[in-house]
């Protein structure tokens, strides 16, 4: 079982940028592939990127690609999403969630997170 806890969400305008964090509690964090996703009001929930358990493979949805990264700490048990070059349609609900292999992050995790709120101002 895994608990995730995200934050660092917030209000930030065009432009700027904010780092999420996902903290997770159990002993085999290390073991998890993570992701981040995110819902917007009104659409689907978005994949958005996934790491794998050493943190040395990652992926990206093209519609982050070059303006989001994703890294984990192992030792912190956290994953981080810094966002860069924000723009309003970034604007969403955005969870962190683990799954067994960076390969299938896409479509399927075992665990979510809560979600924090980011809001970019135009």
């Known amino acids: 079982q895994v608990q995730l806890v995200e934050s660092g969400g917030g209000l930030v305008q065009a432009g700027g940028s904010l780092r999420l964090s996902c903290a997770a509690s159990?002993?085999?964090?290390?073991?998890?592939?993570m992701g981040w996703f995110r819902q917007a009001p009104g659409k689907e929930r978005e994949y958005l990127a996934a790491?794998?358990?050493?943190?040395?493979?990652?992926d990206y949805a093209d519609s982050v690609k070059g303006r989001f990264t994703i890294s984990r700490d192992n030792a912190k048990n956290t994953v981080y999403l810094q966002m860069n070059s924000l723009k309003p349609e970034d604007t969403a609900v955005y969870y962190c969630?683990?799954?067994?292999?960076?390969?299938?992050?896409?479509?399927?995790?075992?665990?979510w997170g809560q979600g924090t709120q980011v809001t970019v101002s135009s």
């Open positions: 790491i794998n358990w050493s943190g040395l493979n990652t």
């Open positions: 159990g002993r085999t964090f290390s073991l998890y592939a």
């Open positions: 969630a683990a799954g067994n292999a960076i390969a299938s992050m896409r479509s399927y995790a075992s665990y």
